[in-house]
């Protein structure tokens, strides 16, 4: 089993959230292991009247992916009001289809007093081409006034199993080893000893 990161790489729709001092919303958003709590982040509030709001992203992938048996979104941020917590949930084909919905408990803060959490989707049985479509939503919870979110870095821990290729897969070259009729010409059935063995 192996383990990696991926990030946020790209804007889904609805980016119904604001942004501070950058463009396009994953921008917002520090890349791991960078946080800056300060400058650049993603924002809700009832002012705005964005209860309900959504904020969709698109990740980053890996290489080399067998099989994904579980994904960890840490979220770093908070929430302005105790109990107002927005939710998170997942998607692996670009935001066609969610799941897997949870509270994302951001600690209550503000100003720079942020904090992390996470969400843990386990039991998985994604292939390759899932996690290159992945995708996390977080709808905003901010109902009545001085309610709201702020998130400032977002990043998945991918837990995995590596495609196996070679001797060890058991085709050498992306051949079976049943499927070899001959060696360098001459057919299987007539090679009597292989370095004497």
Not at 22 to 45: A, K, M, T, W
Not at 54 to 60: H, T
Not at 135 to 156: Q, S
């Amino acid at each position: 089993m192996v383990t990696d990161t991926i990030i946020p790489d790209t804007d889904l729709a609805p980016n119904a959230w604001h942004v501070n001092q950058c463009v396009l919303h994953h921008d917002c958003l520090d890349e791991y292991p960078l946080l800056d709590v300060i400058l650049d982040y993603i924002h809700c509030s009832e002012l705005s009247a964005q209860d309900g709001a959504q904020e969709c992203f698109g990740f980053d992938t890996l290489a080399d992916v067998d099989e994904v048996t579980q994904i960890r979104i840490y979220t770093n941020g908070c929430t302005y009001t105790a109990g107002k917590l927005p939710e998170i949930e997942i998607s692996w084909d670009n935001g066609s289809n969610w799941e897997g919905l949870q509270q994302c408990n951001l600690p209550v803060g503000g100003g720079g007093e942020e904090g992390e959490t996470d969400n843990t989707w386990g039991s998985l049985s994604k292939t390759q081409s899932q996690l290159n479509a992945f995708a996390v939503r977080y709808t905003a919870d901010c109902p009545v006034k001085n309610d709201g979110h702020r998130i400032n870095r977002v990043y998945a821990l991918v837990w995995y199993t590596e495609v196996v290729e070679g001797w060890a897969a058991g085709k050498p070259l992306g051949v079976a080893p049943a499927d070899i009729a001959k060696v360098m010409g001459v057919a299987i059935a007539d090679i009597a000893k292989v370095k004497g063995v």
